[in-house]
Protein backbone atom coordinates (compact mmCIF):
# COMPACT_ATOMS: atom_id res chain seq x y z
CA UNK A 1 0.00 0.00 0.00
CA UNK A 2 1.22 3.60 -1.06
CA UNK A 3 1.52 5.07 2.68
CA UNK A 4 0.78 8.38 0.70
CA UNK A 5 -2.73 7.64 0.23
CA UNK A 6 -3.36 7.79 4.31
CA UNK A 7 -1.68 11.45 4.79
CA UNK A 8 -4.54 12.40 2.38
CA UNK A 9 -7.26 11.98 5.01
CA UNK A 10 -7.87 15.56 6.72
CA UNK A 11 -7.33 15.74 10.58
CA UNK A 12 -6.37 18.39 13.10
CA UNK A 13 -3.82 18.75 15.87
CA UNK A 14 -4.29 19.03 19.27
CA UNK A 15 -2.68 19.40 22.08
CA UNK A 16 -4.27 16.63 24.41
CA UNK A 17 -3.34 18.03 28.44
CA UNK A 18 -4.71 15.62 31.63
CA UNK A 19 -3.31 16.16 35.37
CA UNK A 20 -2.88 13.37 38.18
CA UNK A 21 -2.43 14.70 41.71
CA UNK A 22 -0.71 17.25 41.33
CA UNK A 23 1.15 16.57 38.16
CA UNK A 24 -0.12 18.60 34.76
CA UNK A 25 0.93 17.05 31.72
CA UNK A 26 0.24 17.01 27.71
CA UNK A 27 1.06 15.59 24.33
CA UNK A 28 0.50 16.40 20.83
CA UNK A 29 -2.31 13.99 19.00
CA UNK A 30 -3.88 13.97 15.48
CA UNK A 31 -7.06 12.16 16.19
CA UNK A 32 -9.84 13.87 17.73
CA UNK A 33 -13.09 14.07 16.61
CA UNK A 34 -16.30 14.97 17.47
CA UNK A 35 -18.79 11.70 18.15
CA UNK A 36 -22.38 12.60 18.74
CA UNK A 37 -24.18 16.07 19.42
CA UNK A 38 -26.54 14.18 21.72
CA UNK A 39 -24.93 13.43 23.97
CA UNK A 40 -22.61 15.55 23.16
CA UNK A 41 -19.14 13.41 23.01
CA UNK A 42 -16.14 13.41 21.31
CA UNK A 43 -13.07 10.77 20.35
CA UNK A 44 -9.27 10.40 20.88
CA UNK A 45 -7.46 7.86 20.06
CA UNK A 46 -3.88 8.34 22.34
CA UNK A 47 -0.42 6.33 21.70
CA UNK A 48 -0.30 3.85 25.09
CA UNK A 49 3.88 4.89 25.04
CA UNK A 50 2.65 8.67 26.13
CA UNK A 51 2.56 9.75 29.69
CA UNK A 52 -0.66 11.11 29.39
CA UNK A 53 -2.28 8.16 28.02
CA UNK A 54 -1.88 6.52 31.57
CA UNK A 55 -2.99 9.23 33.63
CA UNK A 56 -6.40 10.07 31.30
CA UNK A 57 -7.12 5.51 32.30
CA UNK A 58 -6.40 6.37 35.34
CA UNK A 59 -8.42 9.62 36.10
CA UNK A 60 -10.91 9.32 33.59
CA UNK A 61 -10.43 13.10 32.52
CA UNK A 62 -8.67 15.32 29.66
CA UNK A 63 -8.93 18.29 28.16
CA UNK A 64 -8.19 19.34 24.01
CA UNK A 65 -6.81 22.60 23.12
CA UNK A 66 -7.45 22.81 19.12
CA UNK A 67 -3.86 23.77 17.25
CA UNK A 68 -4.57 26.77 15.04
CA UNK A 69 -2.82 28.13 11.95
CA UNK A 70 -0.91 30.91 14.05
CA UNK A 71 0.49 28.39 16.02
CA UNK A 72 4.04 27.80 15.68
CA UNK A 73 6.41 24.83 15.72
CA UNK A 74 7.91 25.18 19.14
CA UNK A 75 4.52 24.49 20.13
CA UNK A 76 4.84 20.94 18.25
CA UNK A 77 8.52 20.41 19.60
CA UNK A 78 7.29 21.52 23.82
CA UNK A 79 4.20 19.47 23.51
CA UNK A 80 5.46 16.70 21.54
CA UNK A 81 8.67 15.78 21.52
CA UNK A 82 9.33 14.81 24.78
CA UNK A 83 7.85 13.01 27.42
CA UNK A 84 6.34 14.31 30.11
CA UNK A 85 7.36 11.37 32.50
CA UNK A 86 11.10 12.91 32.60
CA UNK A 87 10.22 16.58 32.23
CA UNK A 88 7.74 18.73 33.78
CA UNK A 89 5.52 20.16 29.91
CA UNK A 90 4.02 23.28 32.18
CA UNK A 91 7.48 24.30 32.63
CA UNK A 92 8.30 27.92 30.86
CA UNK A 93 4.81 28.05 28.62
CA UNK A 94 1.66 29.29 29.49
CA UNK A 95 -1.22 27.62 30.36
CA UNK A 96 -4.90 28.34 31.81
CA UNK A 97 -7.01 26.24 34.01
CA UNK A 98 -10.20 25.21 32.62
CA UNK A 99 -13.35 24.33 34.72
CA UNK A 100 -12.62 20.86 35.54
CA UNK A 101 -9.14 21.90 36.88
CA UNK A 102 -7.00 20.84 34.61
CA UNK A 103 -5.25 22.63 31.54
CA UNK A 104 -5.54 24.01 28.45
CA UNK A 105 -3.25 26.05 26.09
CA UNK A 106 -4.64 29.48 24.85
CA UNK A 107 -1.80 30.89 22.59
CA UNK A 108 -1.63 29.52 19.22
CA UNK A 109 -5.09 27.28 19.87
CA UNK A 110 -8.72 28.68 18.86
CA UNK A 111 -10.37 26.49 21.50
CA UNK A 112 -10.29 24.01 23.96
CA UNK A 113 -12.94 21.19 25.36
CA UNK A 114 -12.86 19.63 28.51
CA UNK A 115 -13.64 16.29 28.81
CA UNK A 116 -14.42 13.15 30.66
CA UNK A 117 -14.13 9.62 29.75
CA UNK A 118 -16.92 7.14 29.64
CA UNK A 119 -15.59 4.05 27.56
CA UNK A 120 -12.02 3.20 26.29
CA UNK A 121 -11.07 0.29 23.15
CA UNK A 122 -7.78 -1.02 23.26
CA UNK A 123 -6.71 -0.79 19.83
CA UNK A 124 -3.21 -2.55 20.28
CA UNK A 125 -1.07 0.35 19.98
CA UNK A 126 -3.34 3.18 20.96
CA UNK A 127 -6.47 3.14 23.38
CA UNK A 128 -9.74 4.69 21.93
CA UNK A 129 -11.40 6.89 24.92
CA UNK A 130 -14.96 8.22 24.26
CA UNK A 131 -15.67 11.09 26.17
CA UNK A 132 -18.66 13.38 27.35
CA UNK A 133 -17.48 17.27 26.38
CA UNK A 134 -17.96 18.99 30.29
CA UNK A 135 -17.11 21.97 29.15
CA UNK A 136 -14.56 24.29 26.43
CA UNK A 137 -14.36 27.58 25.35
CA UNK A 138 -13.76 29.75 21.91
CA UNK A 139 -10.24 31.59 22.26
CA UNK A 140 -9.83 32.82 18.66
CA UNK A 141 -11.30 32.78 14.89
CA UNK A 142 -8.49 31.61 13.27
CA UNK A 143 -8.59 28.60 11.31
CA UNK A 144 -7.64 25.30 13.33
CA UNK A 145 -4.22 23.32 11.78
CA UNK A 146 -4.51 20.71 9.94
CA UNK A 147 -1.69 17.50 9.55
CA UNK A 148 -1.18 19.05 5.67
CA UNK A 149 -1.11 22.85 7.21
CA UNK A 150 1.37 21.79 9.37
CA UNK A 151 3.58 19.96 7.40
CA UNK A 152 3.74 22.97 4.15
CA UNK A 153 3.35 25.77 6.42
CA UNK A 154 4.61 25.28 10.44
CA UNK A 155 6.93 22.66 10.14
CA UNK A 156 10.50 23.70 9.28
CA UNK A 157 11.84 22.30 6.17
CA UNK A 158 15.30 20.24 5.80
CA UNK A 159 18.11 22.20 5.11
CA UNK A 160 19.42 22.15 1.85
CA UNK A 161 23.48 21.40 2.21
CA UNK A 162 22.16 18.80 4.94
CA UNK A 163 22.84 15.54 2.86
CA UNK A 164 22.73 12.60 5.15
CA UNK A 165 22.26 9.24 4.16
CA UNK A 166 19.25 7.88 6.86
CA UNK A 167 15.82 8.65 7.12
CA UNK A 168 13.60 11.52 8.10
CA UNK A 169 10.28 11.18 9.84
CA UNK A 170 7.25 12.90 8.04
CA UNK A 171 5.23 13.66 11.48
CA UNK A 172 8.39 15.14 13.79
CA UNK A 173 11.53 15.68 11.23
CA UNK A 174 13.54 13.48 13.52
CA UNK A 175 16.42 11.95 11.36
CA UNK A 176 17.51 8.51 11.31
CA UNK A 177 21.22 8.05 10.11
CA UNK A 178 21.89 5.28 8.41
CA UNK A 179 21.58 3.02 4.96
CA UNK A 180 18.73 0.59 6.54
CA UNK A 181 15.96 1.46 8.71
CA UNK A 182 14.97 -1.13 11.09
CA UNK A 183 11.01 -2.30 10.05
CA UNK A 184 10.22 -2.08 13.89
CA UNK A 185 12.30 1.43 14.23
CA UNK A 186 9.89 3.46 16.41
CA UNK A 187 10.70 7.29 16.33
CA UNK A 188 12.11 8.14 19.48
CA UNK A 189 10.46 11.82 19.53
CA UNK A 190 6.77 11.41 18.39
CA UNK A 191 6.65 7.58 18.54
CA UNK A 192 5.50 6.75 15.10
CA UNK A 193 6.70 3.57 13.19
CA UNK A 194 9.33 2.80 10.34
CA UNK A 195 6.47 3.37 8.29
CA UNK A 196 6.23 7.06 8.81
CA UNK A 197 10.07 7.54 7.19
CA UNK A 198 10.80 8.84 4.22
CA UNK A 199 14.00 8.55 2.79
CA UNK A 200 16.83 11.86 2.79
Not at 21 to 33: A, F, L
Not at 95 to 108: S, T
Not at 112 to 138: N, P, R
Amino acid sequence: MDGKALEKLSYGLFILTAREGEKDNGCIVNTVSQATVQPNRILVTVDKKNYTHGMIQRTGMFNVSILAEDSVFETYRHWGFQSGEKVDKLEGVSVQRAENGLVYVAEGCNAYLCAKVVSAADLGTHTLFIADVAGGGLLSEKESATYRYYQQHIKPAPKAEEKKKGFVCVVCGYVYEGDTLPDDFICPWCKHPASDFRPL
